[in-house]
């Protein structure tokens, strides 16, 4: 039946295009073909990438550390293995998993093992210069370009963004022996280039036109400024929010940033000093570097994600403490894991990964765990990533919904297209720049995705908000992902009662291996009726009063909304763990269960693509999802579950 989640194909026999974002403007998308070395099959091939510049070969006698992505068992029995501990009709409901139990129950077979270790041993590789992950899926292998160029029989090059000179290390094809085949999802590097990097780009961060006059006094800031300056007093009446008083050690948030975008202290300092005068000068986030990471930043360098996101979290989880997992990389980029975050918690599973990826807790002598929350603010476009690496990430986040763990991310900030580097000028797909562009990451069926609200101007915190206007909220459906069950009442009503002016298609997994622009124009629509929608939930995003580099700005996105909805689970945790409960863990089938704890957004809409985007309606929609957080309903509702 079409109605399962998932396939979990990404190496089908013979030949599996990669899938990157210069696909999406193009017309024509296609590759020749080169000649296949007697006994082996492309593994992947990477379609013409306009984006790129191929520069200089890599020297053959230097370094270039491998990952081989193994093929990782009963992943297709995920969605079910998830629901049986986060429904909350399940009689197995909060019944968390042990890291243990995760990796015996998806490690790649023994004959995967076996064999990948076998055929590397066979080509000159003794056992000393690879080793797995603790979680058995990842193999790391030390070898220099040339060893690498013919294990892979294909060629390295360093490739040069036009637009912006940023390097990334690829292939244009690789190929496998055919026994090898069946048992590798996909190396890094490999034909997967790198989008931008989140963060700062220009000449300083501190450069804003958004930046506060000095005619404005911060000191006068109150509930009836709301609607023009978002400070912590508006966030906690919009969602009813009870000052804390609980501080679990066992129970900080986590926040996920990259090396491009860094907090400073003193900008923490100068926004508690002026708004959270019971937050002591001096508090910081615990850090935890993966891959050589470091924070915080001087004040003259302080990144706008970092601000909001703990100038965000730290009033509302307050007496709670934060971890920063501040990682070196961005998915993609060079010869790193394609995405040093999730390889990095292998070693949370209770053993030891690669060194440039553990997550090293700098104060401890032990490694760092994983936090019970985990805002995310960065994502990116469904075509920048191949299908593959999107779909093994996701699964990932499966596993940690599996252990307890909620994963909250935002939604993106170009309502129904993608941004503009990717695809065509106005972020969208196909020739005519029509069709909708899904966002990465916030489509993965297993975390919590978050869309934007705003206070409507010369309203109060009393009234409903509407989807934030200033920008578009980024919503839609995806097409690498279909529709997971918990979500299918919800999301039908929509399309039926408010169906969208908009022709649409039906895109099943089975068919993605090839997701590319011209595969998609061929479809006749512009949105996938049938993939996972987005968001889930929202909160407010915009008008944020934040400080940055000693001075005051104001900020928004979905990267703001996400941390205040993350913020909110935290504290909710707290309450469950004081109760003798487990963690919420993955939330959104007992959000889809019981909506009502949340507060419906009727109003506004997500354009682009020539269009108004979709609107907001009664009950779930692609722009603001089933509501904002009430805490005080999602309290109960928590509370009242085992």
Not at 174 to 201: C, K, M, R, S, W
Request: with cysteine; charged share 20%.
């Amino acid at each position: 039946m079409h109605q399962s989640l998932f396939i979990a194909a990404a190496t089908l026999p013979g030949l599996c295009i990669a899938s990157d974002a210069p696909n999406a403007s193009n017309a024509s998308n296609t590759s020749v073909v080169p000649n296949i070395p007697d006994g082996r099959v492309i593994h992947e091939m990477r379609t013409q990438h306009t984006a790129w510049i191929k520069t200089d070969r890599l020297p053959v006698h230097a370094m270039l550390p491998i990952h081989i992505g193994l093929v990782q068992q009963n992943l297709d029995k995920g969605y079910d293995f998830l629901m049986n501990v986060s429904d909350p009709a399940s009689p197995n409901y909060g019944k968390h998993w042990t890291p243990k139990e995760v990796i015996n129950t998806f490690a790649p077979s023994n004959d995967t093992i076996d064999s990948v270790s076998r055929w590397l041993m066979g080509v000159g590789f003794p056992q000393d210069r690879f080793r797995f992950s603790s979680s058995k899926g990842w193999i790391t292998l030390d070898a220099t370009v040339q060893e690498a160029e013919d294990l892979f029989q294909t060629e390295f090059y360093s490739y040069e963004r036009s637009s912006d000179k940023a390097k990334s290390t690829a292939c244009e094809q690789y190929f496998l022996p055919e026994p090898i085949n069946p048992h590798v999802d996909f190396i890094t590097p490999g034909t997967q280039l790198a989008p931008p990097p989140p963060g700062q780009h220009g000449a300083s961060p501190c450069d804003s036109a958004r930046r506060l006059g000095e005619n404005v006094s911060i000191s006068g800031l109150n509930l009836d400024t709301c609607d023009r300056y978002i400070t912590p007093g508006c966030i906690d009446a919009l969602y009813r929010i009870p000052k804390g008083d609980r501080a679990n050690p066992q129970n900080r948030l986590g926040i996920r940033e990259y090396d491009s975008d860094k907090y400073a202290q003193e900008d923490l300092d100068l926004f508690f000093a002026n708004f959270e005068k019971e937050i002591p000068a001096g508090t910081h986030p615990k850090l935890v570097p993966i891959g050589g990471a470091t924070a915080p930043a001087s004040a003259n360098w302080s990144g706008e994600e970092s601000a909001l996101d703990f100038q965000l979290a730290y009033p509302i989880i307050w007496p709670q403490g934060t971890t920063l997992f501040q990682a070196a990389t961005y998915p993609g980029r060079g010869s790193k894991p394609p995405d040093m975050f999730l390889d990095a918690i292998g070693n949370f599973y209770g053993s030891e990964t690669a060194p440039e990826t553990r997550l090293e807790d700098p104060d401890e002598e032990s490694d760092a765990e994983l936090t019970n929350v985990v805002s995310i603010s960065y994502g990116g476009d469904e075509l920048e990533f191949a299908g593959s690496h999107q779909r093994r990430r996701c699964f990932e986040f499966m596993k940690l919904g599996l252990l307890g763990h909620t994963i909250v991310m935002s939604s993106g900030d170009n309502g129904v297209a993608a941004r503009k580097y990717v695809n065509n000028d106005n972020g969208c797909i196909g020739l005519h720049s029509d069709i909708f562009a899904p966002v990465e990451g916030g489509d993965c069926p297993f975390l919590t995705s978050v869309g934007a609200t705003t206070v409507v101007p010369g309203h109060s915190v009393a009234d409903p908000e509407t989807a934030v206007q200033r920008y578009a909220s980024g919503g839609g459906f995806s097409n690498l992902f279909a529709r997971p069950l918990y979500q299918q009442q919800a999301v039908l009503k929509y399309l039926l009662d408010y169906k969208p002016p908009y022709d649409s298609y039906e895109l099943y997994p089975e068919d993605t291996t090839e997701l590319n622009a011209t595969f998609l124009e061929s479809l006749g629509g512009v949105y996938n009726r049938i993939g996972r929608a987005y968001p889930d939930v929202s909160a407010n995003g915009d008008n944020i009063l934040v400080s940055r580099c000693q001075m005051w700005y104001l900020s928004g996105g979905t990267s703001a909304s996400a941390p205040i909805f993350a913020s909110i689970i935290n504290r909710i945790n707290e309450e469950r763990l004081a109760a003798g409960k487990s963690t919420v863990g993955f939330i959104n089938p007992a959000l889809y269960t019981f909506p009502d704890a949340l507060n419906d957004i009727v109003t506004g809409s997500n354009p682009g693509c020539g269009t108004s985007g979709f609107h907001a309606e009664n009950g779930w929609d692609p722009v603001t999802g089933l509501g904002t957080p009430d805490y005080a309903r999602l309290s109960i509702l928590f509370a009242s579950l085992p």
